[in-house]
């Protein structure tokens, strides 16, 4: 493991060279937000709406619409739990569903109220549609050639820009717009803010998909590989994140008559609406990006003192922005 830090170390160094020259001559540096901002558009890319799942609930107590975009992850991440979303949502099986569950610093869950949550009473399970898939734990994480055979991306040695490696892998990077973690056989999806995951019973039990949850919270990294990883929360978090924490063990709602009803869950191809969502992400492998990463881990703008010289990889969140649809 040393000679490969001692790797990314050089190539880290031969990366920012250039960098710390030209810091010499400048006073004033652009906020992460600004450079987003300005990036050009070969820098976006635009996300299918087939991997959209768009989650409307009941109007809040003023009568304002709540809609939650997720996107889901790319192949070859969580694919047999997400050909299991896609039939629940074309079976519109989570249709008069609900949020079952709010737990402070942690997730917000939904689905069948009585799955989860045998303490309410309710034992019932509502029917899921025929012809779901069975995964494995081992689909957790993705099974690769030893890193060490594998030329490091230099995406990978700036998103790990402190270079004393991550607590959970060991190495982290941004790869198709998405966090991923690496060990020397395997890589898999990371649990940050706004990440959308698969909740089970235990082991050997992995969900069907039918139950999810998204993080609120500190970034879970104990569950990175415990749990499948199938997407994340675009745009609406705030209608989760804000909702009254329950009271019940694990955050469920003792009292069925604060679970927030869920009216639909649909593919964003599936939508009678034009035009439908549309969003795009920066390309993680663009300039554009390593450039945001650096002044997210580096923070020169007015109101820092000091550059921290490192992020967490949850704290270089992917931009996704809402676009016009075609």
């Given at each position: 493991?040393?000679?490969?830090?001692?790797?990314?170390?050089?190539?880290?160094?031969?990366?920012?060279?250039?960098?710390?020259?030209?810091?010499?001559?400048?006073?004033?540096?652009?906020?992460?937000n600004?450079?987003?901002?300005?990036?050009?558009?070969?820098?976006?890319?635009?996300?299918?709406?087939?991997?959209?799942?768009?989650?409307?609930?009941?109007?809040?107590?003023?009568?304002?619409?709540?809609?939650?975009?997720?996107?889901?992850?790319?192949?070859?991440?969580?694919?047999?739990?997400?050909?299991?979303?896609?039939?629940?949502?074309?079976?519109?099986w989570?249709?008069?569903?609900?949020?079952?569950?709010?737990?402070?610093?942690?997730?917000?869950?939904?689905?069948?109220a009585g799955?989860?949550?045998?303490?309410?009473?309710?034992?019932?399970?509502?029917?899921?549609?025929?012809?779901?898939?069975?995964?494995?734990?081992?689909?957790?994480?993705?099974?690769?050639?030893?890193?060490?055979?594998?030329?490091?991306?230099?995406?990978?040695?700036?998103?790990?820009?402190?270079?004393?490696?991550?607590?959970?892998?060991?190495?982290?990077?941004?790869?198709?717009?998405?966090?991923?973690?690496?060990?020397?056989?395997?890589?898999?999806?990371?649990?940050?803010?706004?990440?959308?995951?698969?909740?089970?019973?235990?082991?050997?039990?992995?969900?069907?998909?039918?139950?999810?949850?998204?993080?609120?919270?500190?970034?879970?990294?104990?569950?990175?590989?415990?749990?499948?990883v199938?997407?994340?929360?675009?745009?609406?978090?705030?209608?989760?994140?804000?909702?009254?924490?329950?009271?019940?063990?694990?955050?469920?709602?003792?009292?069925?008559?604060?679970?927030?009803?869920?009216?639909?869950?649909?593919?964003?191809?599936?939508?009678?609406?034009?035009?439908?969502?549309a969003?795009?992400y920066?390309?993680?492998?663009?300039?554009?990006?390593?450039?945001?990463?650096?002044?997210?881990?580096?923070r020169?703008?007015?109101?820092?003192?000091?550059?921290?010289?490192?992020?967490?990889?949850?704290?270089i969140?992917?931009?996704?922005?809402?676009?016009?649809?075609?």
């Open positions: 493991m040393n000679k490969l830090l001692s790797i990314a170390s050089l190539a880290a160094l031969a990366v920012s060279a250039p960098a710390l020259a030209q810091e010499t001559e400048k006073t004033e540096y652009p906020s992460p600004a450079i987003v901002d300005t990036a050009p558009a070969r820098d976006w890319v635009k996300i299918s709406p087939s991997d959209l799942l768009v989650m409307d609930l009941a109007p809040d107590a003023e009568g304002n619409a709540r809609r939650v975009v997720i996107q889901l992850m790319p192949k070859p991440f969580s694919q047999g739990w997400i050909r299991n979303i896609r039939k629940l949502a074309a079976a519109h989570w249709d008069g569903t609900s949020i079952n569950r709010v737990q402070d610093n942690y997730v917000v869950q939904w689905g069948d799955y989860d949550n045998p303490e309410s009473g309710e034992t019932e399970q509502k029917a899921l549609p025929e012809g779901l898939e069975i995964m494995t734990d081992r689909q957790y994480e993705m099974i690769q050639q030893p890193v060490a055979l594998i030329k490091l991306p230099q995406n990978m040695v700036k998103a790990r820009e402190d270079q004393r490696g991550d607590g959970y892998a060991t190495w982290v990077r941004h790869k198709q717009g998405w966090p991923i973690g690496s060990g020397r056989f395997s890589q898999w999806p990371i649990h940050c803010y706004g990440a959308v995951g698969v909740g089970r019973n235990l082991s050997p039990d992995t969900g069907s998909g039918a139950e999810l949850y998204t993080v609120i919270g500190h970034a879970p990294r104990h569950l990175d590989r415990n749990i499948a199938v997407g994340r929360v675009i745009e609406g978090i705030e209608h989760l994140s804000s909702l009254p924490r329950g009271k019940g063990q694990l955050g469920f709602y003792e009292d069925a008559s604060k679970r927030v009803p869920i009216t639909s869950i649909r593919l964003g191809e599936a939508l009678a609406e034009d035009p439908s969502p969003f795009e920066l390309d993680t492998e663009s300039e554009a990006f390593a450039q945001y990463a650096d002044a997210r881990a580096n020169r703008d007015p109101f820092f003192i000091k550059p921290a010289g490192g992020a967490d990889i949850c704290n969140p992917v931009p996704v922005r809402r676009v016009s649809g075609e």
